[in-house]
């Protein structure tokens, strides 16, 4: 692993191969897990193999708010530990999928947060290297939704030259205050 400013250093192609590098080997060592992952910002699936024909009364499966254990019963977890995160309880659930596998699903608390690994002690991913598939604006909550979109039309707007939405809020105040108060000029007036 090299350092921020190491990196900031390399070429491009050097960082590409770097970056390849990176993500062959957090793939090989996600591989080596004995079950399998996707996470979502708000949300965690966790598929772990089983025998075939497991049936729901032969799996051992405990949920906590910072822990989990998944396994056989009678026999040594197949996964077990502390999450990286805590979750909703009350919202997590389990099933045996196919009589195959046990599917975990999560709810993180902190729904606005990238995972690095399910569980503590397992290697971890880059998670500045994700790459949301469907974070749609429509997934978040009102108060942030709107900062996105403010900041995305901000951006916008700065590149074509125009007025950001703060800029066009002061405008239209004094556009207003010009309105009702026709006697002053403002023709020399600076907007800070």
Known sequence: MSSPEEYDKMTKEEREAKDKAERAREAEEQAALPYKWKQELGELDIIVPVPKGTRGRDVNVLIQKKK??????????????????????????????????????????NKQQWWENVLTHHPKIDTSKIQPENSK???????????????????????MGKPTSDELKKMETLKKFQEMHPELDFSNAKIA
């Open 137 to 159: 604006l429509s997934d978040l909550d009102g108060e942030t939704r709107g900062m996105v979109e403010k900041m995305m039309f901000d951006n916008q707007q700065k590149q």
């Open 68 to 109: 989990l254990s998944v396994g056989l019963k009678g026999k040594e977890p197949i996964m077990a530990g502390e999450l990286y995160k805590e979750i909703k309880v009350e919202e997590s659930t389990w099933t045996v999928e196919d009589q195959e596998a046990v599917h975990v699903h999560l709810e993180k608390i």
